[in-house]
């Protein structure tokens, strides 16, 4: 029995409708039985990557790494790139985390914060220039704000010799990264690539390992088995360090070579839409119209496509409860948002269609 | 189109035939879009809990942690256990990589050494006072050496104030382990669970997290989001750190599930009666017999039941391919042995009858 429910969570979320006969072809022929040292699942590491490197459009001088989510890649960032000192852009929990795991691996982190649900005045802030690695969260799920590319990339021209890592975690593969202006991107699988939880992706510039050597060298604890001097010995091998999620990589080549060909552009282009469609549906209500659903970011070039979040007024459990029983699961909002603000995920997946669906039951309740 | 072929790989190896079902049941159920903070999920880690439990018979005091291998298991394992020294039993490699995850963590690991396909001389074996842990490899997969486990109840009993961890990953559901005599014990999925790879299972006394809370106290690095206090705590609320690999936690629900439907013991009773076959196909050549293949392992009391191992005279890879082109995957040695040494998982989805045709299939190369 199929369940009649869809789900416009900010991830997981949704999956792509042909994960179900891609994992069957792979059970049926055996894909997860192979040793992660064998030449089959060399050729389907390399396929995944290929497919990776095209949709993303990442350049040749750069590693995939596999880990086992964002989180994880996040501790392996800090613990591999950082001495010392990393310096974190915080205007949400994600971020919050990021510059939290820099703490618990005892390095002293710079906060550079701002209100959550708002960006940061980027021509005025001043790196420190000791920091050696600069973090920052392109799109954060928590408040649904989207720092502008365009931004980061500067940061990165203005300290060349910083390593910038960036948190696309719920907006991959939406966003257009230019590979060339930062150095490194970080992801999840279970968001706009709808697949099953349990991958974390690393795409870094191989000039990185470089710090990790260095570190090495300094006797710094740079980890074990994922260790960046380790992930990056196997990947040039098309191997991983030890067995991984060979299901996830599997997916994640599969799901890659759909989009590629669907198209990149066209999928860009259709979140757009749709993210457009759910923020006219729900327009800023200006002073005291007592409007019940409402963006919460105030800027509008700082609005997320890919998680929109909206102010609610009676309970974002009612309403989400409401919507559940209409077969639409949507997000409540995070930490101290949770009851006042509902989150939608605008992922790849979704269609135009499904989206007029679920615009329409929200606002029939 | 079905492949017809059968791996007797020691891990990866062939799944249990019930795994499709549960996936394609899971999809159309989305239960891989589900919140890891979800009700349902919730209901998920505990029914997995409650039947990983009754089928290792683990008592109430112990957690279930997950993580993404057993090579993660070993890395946070020392890194919330171990403030200074470890102690390391090393017979072959997996023990050795134990070893070296504690160095590469900047600890100062003890080294009991052994030859590799060899036990050690329990009696004989003084632990140093200042270990904080003490690590076995229970099954070394790359050697076909299981270790008794009175032996390491033994440690323990002798070692009362000090942590005994044991890597039972080539080894359970088959091995009988008391967990009031030892206090940790990790595996993978991908082995005796007839699982897909991508989960890591530790299971750990709860008064265990007393030492990461003290080494917490002691400003010691124990990681970030997967130290044992934060998985403890999400623990106590059938949770996980971060969004874990559900796939993976649900599949072991259901496939514990089937293994306590069976019964642990005729599961145990089966591995035997296939061990012995196998021992018996190819016995000891004794000096100058010139047999083909021979177990590797000479003391008949270490021979492992669930990976045994074989060398072979005439190149591994010719046997392996050979048999590959039967339909019969087996592994070939390990590191140094690779060569010299077939190894044949003999797991609990392995069948007596496909034990036969595996034998037969190999007596006739």
Chains 1, 2 share one sequence.
Do not use: W
Not at 15 to 44: G, M, Q, V, Y
Not at 111 to 137: M, N, Q, R, V, W
Not at 239 to 252: C, F, S
Not at 340 to 355: C, L, Y
């Amino acid at each position: 029995m199929k369940m009649n429910r869809i789900y416009f969570t900010v991830g997981p979320t949704e999956l792509f409708p042909e994960i179900k006969k891609i994992l069957i072809d792979a059970i049926d022929n055996k894909i997860f039985s192979l040793s992660h040292r064998s030449r089959e699942f060399t050729d389907i590491n390399k396929h995944t990557e290929k497919e990776l490197k095209k949709l993303l459009n990442i350049p040749e001088d750069f590693y995939v790494f596999y880990v086992g989510s964002a989180t994880e890649a996040m501790e392996r960032i800090i613990q591999n790139l950082v001495e010392k000192k990393s310096c974190h852009f915080v205007n949400g929990y994600f971020a919050e985390r990021f510059y939290n795991i820099a703490e618990q691996l005892k390095k002293k982190p710079y906060l550079i914060k701002a209100k959550y649900g708002e960006g940061f005045d980027f021509d005025k802030i001043k790196i420190p220039a000791d920091s050696e690695l600069i973090c920052l969260t392109q799109n954060e799920t928590s408040t649904g704000v989207a720092l502008n590319m365009q931004d980061i990339y500067k940061i990165k021209e203005k300290n060349p010799g910083k390593i910038v890592a960036v948190d696309v975690v719920t907006s991959v593969p939406f966003v257009r990264i230019d590979f060339k202006k930062i150095d490194c991107a970080f992801f999840s699988v279970q968001k706009g690539f709808g697949m099953p939880p349990g991958l974390g992706v690393i795409i870094i510039r191989k000039k990185c390992i470089e710090k990790t050597k260095y570190l090495k060298e300094r006797n710094c604890n740079i980890g074990s088995f994922h260790n960046f001097i380790s992930l990056a010995e196997n990947a040039e091998k098309n191997q991983t360090a030890v067995t991984p999620n060979i299901p996830g990589i599997y997916l994640l080549g599969k799901v890659c070579e759909l989009l590629n060909k669907k198209g990149i552009e066209k999928i860009r282009k259709e979140t757009i839409v749709k993210a457009e469609m759910m923020y006219d549906a729900f327009p800023d209500s200006g002073l005291g119209t007592g409007k019940e659903i409402r963006p919460f970011v105030q800027d509008k070039n700082l609005r997320s496509f890919t998680t929109p979040v909206f102010n609610v007024n009676n309970g974002s459990d009612v309403i989400a409860g409401k919507m559940k029983k209409k077969g639409f699961v949507i997000s409540r909002g995070y930490r101290d948002f949770k009851d006042s603000q509902i989150r939608i995920g605008n992922f790849p997946m979704h269609k135009i269609s499904d989206i007029k669906r679920l615009l329409e039951a929200l606002k029939s309740i």
